[in-house]
């Protein structure tokens, strides 16, 4: 995956250099933002447990997991999701999630592969995870026997039922209590409700009266969609993500430094609002009811075997498939102490539906948390992040009315195209009178070169008499103004290209043949018929007079090459995005037809002018 990064970024330059700004804008803002060091800072939660009493646990003696209680498993099931915790560890060993939920509508969620109308559960929790029992809520401290005493003794649960089924606003307490010989009293308190993704987290960690310190809880490892196998720059690997300083740090597999033993760990101190792990879609955060001092993230790299598949055109082209991928089990790490509560949200990265979330929660904590941060945004976020939510808003609406996100996006092509008609017909009159005014303007330039052989200055009244002529001819033609519809959509491109892959309500939305809009065709004719359209708009679109031999060679190479080139780029992009732009490709020739028959006729006024004529008599003039 690191290669096929770095292999995105020489594309960008190649894009870049054959003045295909939009893609080379897209791909350059959306790669993941490079980490940053933050400045470690002495917090007023930093004074506190530097106050609290020492722990008194001997390290002559080894602890013990106690395992008198009998092992249950407990299932909280609600209209949103399905949970299951082990009594062994007060674990979760399972986490479903049934549907999401905002103002606006709510969707059925399924695992990655299904049609979005049925198909199988969505487990946020990996089997990696089950395994090793890095399982959400799990204590980690300093030593490795209070370790596997806290997370591998049996809890007593205190509840009588064995299956819990919430409705409504209902909402339910259950409380994991563990006590041991050695005076060790802790206990796990949860909330669940019954409308809402955030659980409240309570910990009661003593031995004999004193709190126990340097404890953490880890938020979870490789949590997401277990069913997406091949992971790529639109449907990411599991990262962790914190808020550390009011400033969103995002680490994925690939960003962290590995030792010997293909293991890493990243540390940040400051003001940490909330810490985090979750793939493109879906996460379970924890957010302290005071900020944290530190944070951390942990990764192992790790390889597995897979079905064997085509990791990318060349792939698919020369029929080279991947049978073995590398990946990172990613997990985050929240300092936690006797008494504190954690709100922990298990759900959605969907805009609308943190948008609720963070402005509840950041009530009951009492500041402001900035959840929808989980949301990467892309390098431009400060310009992009509203037009992307205007723009999900936008299609939101037209779906409302036809019922599919696929019709949505083609609805909403052809409006913004018809926006851009009159700039459209204004550029083509610019081109035709360039056109016109072509040979005037090379037979000035051929005067000019002729005055500058002959050692004339450049402020000699001949050479700003041609050079007066030059502008004349330029006014109402400059090319600038063909340029003009492209610069007005890249903004837009990069805003959809953020809503199409951030969505939760692009996923598994079909389309036609297209099962999901927000990743690949399949059968990868989109990108096909994209790039066919590309090359059939470019041929019928008037571009600037070429004034050499060379320029007309390499707006013909322009021609052909960019079509094959995007296709290129954009090959695995999400369908939502192809189908933007192949629709837009097919309205702008549309439109490009009406406009020629329209301009039919159109003979621009001709610029008078003396200059040329004059500067032939100056110029036999000695």
């Avoid at 879609?281 to 790790?302: M, Q």
């Avoid at 979330?357 to 900035?370: A, D, F, M, T």
């Avoid at 065709?521 to 041929?539: K, Q, T, V, Y």
Wanted: glycine share 6%; proline share 5%.
């Amino acid at each position: 995956m690191e290669n096929r990064q770095k292999e995105n970024q020489a594309r960008i330059l190649l894009a870049t250099a054959l003045s295909m700004l939009v893609i080379g804008l897209w791909s350059y803002f959306f790669a993941p933002e490079p980490p940053k060091e933050k400045p470690k800072e002495t917090t007023t939660q930093q004074a506190d447990v530097a106050e609290k009493p020492s722990e008194s646990l001997s390290e002559q003696t080894t602890i013990k997991p106690v395992n008198t209680a009998p092992n249950r498993t407990i299932t909280i099931k609600t209209p949103l999701y399905e949970a299951k915790f082990d009594s062994k560890g007060a674990l979760a060993t399972s986490w479903v999630l049934i549907k999401n939920v905002h103002d606006q509508h709510e969707k059925l969620l399924f695992a990655n592969g299904s049609d979005g109308t049925s198909g199988n559960p969505l487990q946020l929790i990996s089997q990696k995870a089950l395994e090793t029992r890095q399982l959400p809520f799990r204590l980690v401290s300093n030593r490795a026997d209070l370790e596997a005493f806290l997370n591998e003794s049996t809890y007593e649960v205190l509840t009588d039922s064995e299956n819990i089924e919430l409705k409504g606003s209902e909402s339910k307490q259950i409380d994991f209590r563990l006590v041991s010989p050695e005076g060790f009293e802790i206990t796990k308190s949860f909330i669940f409700r019954a409308d809402s993704y955030v659980t409240d987290f309570t910990i009661k960690a003593t031995q004999n009266g004193q709190s126990l310190r340097d404890l953490k809880l880890l938020v979870g490892a490789e949590f997401g969609d277990q069913a997406i196998i091949h992971h790529n720059y639109y449907h990411i690997e599991p990262e962790a993500i914190a808020l550390v300083n009011n400033a969103t740090e995002r680490y994925g597999g690939y960003y962290f430094n590995y030792d010997s033993e293909n293991k890493a760990v990243k540390k940040f101190n400051g003001k940490i609002d909330w810490t985090a792990v979750g793939d493109t879609y879906f996460a379970i955060a924890a957010v302290p009811s005071k900020p944290a001092s530190e944070t951390e993230f942990h990764s192992l790299r790790y390889e597995v075997n897979v079905e064997p598949f085509y990791s990318g055109i060349f792939a698919w082209i020369t029929r080279s498939q991947t049978t073995k991928l590398t990946r990172h089990f990613v997990s985050a790490y929240l300092p936690v102490a006797d008494g504190d509560n954690i709100k922990v949200y298990v759900g959605s990265k969907d805009y609308f539906t943190l948008a609720q979330y963070n402005q509840k929660l950041s009530q009951q904590v009492g500041r402001e948390i900035n959840l929808d941060n989980l949301i990467n945004w892309g390098w431009t976020g400060t310009i992009t992040k509203p037009i992307a939510i205007l723009l999900l808003r936008i299609l939101n609406f037209i779906f409302a009315y036809v019922g599919n996100y696929g019709v949505a996006i083609v609805i909403f092509t052809i409006i913004f195209y018809s926006v851009l008609f009159p700039i459209r017909l204004h550029q083509t009159k610019a081109f035709k009178k360039a056109q016109v005014n072509a040979p005037k303007m090379k037979e000035i330039q051929d005067k000019i070169r002729d005055l500058q052989k002959k050692g004339v200055p450049l402020d000699d009244p001949r050479m700003r008499q041609l050079q007066l002529e030059q502008l004349k001819l330029m006014k109402g033609a400059v090319p600038l103004g063909g340029c003009l519809p492209l610069l007005l959509q890249i903004p837009l491109f990069i805003a959809l290209y953020v809503a199409v892959t951030v969505s939760l309500d692009f996923r598994q939305a079909h389309f036609l043949w297209l099962p999901d809009l927000s990743a690949a065709d399949p059968l990868h004719a989109l990108e096909f018929l994209f790039a066919g359209s590309m090359l059939i708009s470019m041929l019928f679109t008037p571009t600037a007079p070429a004034m050499t031999p060379e320029q007309a060679m390499q707006q013909k190479m322009m021609t052909y090459l960019m079509p094959l080139m995007m296709l290129w780029l954009l090959w695995g992009a999400p369908s939502g995005l192809l189908l933007y732009w192949f629709f837009g490709n097919i309205v702008s020739f549309g439109q490009q037809l009406v406009i020629n028959q329209m301009l039919k006729d159109f003979q621009p006024v001709e610029t008078t002018s003396t200059a040329v004529a004059g500067s032939r008599k100056n110029l036999q003039t000695p």
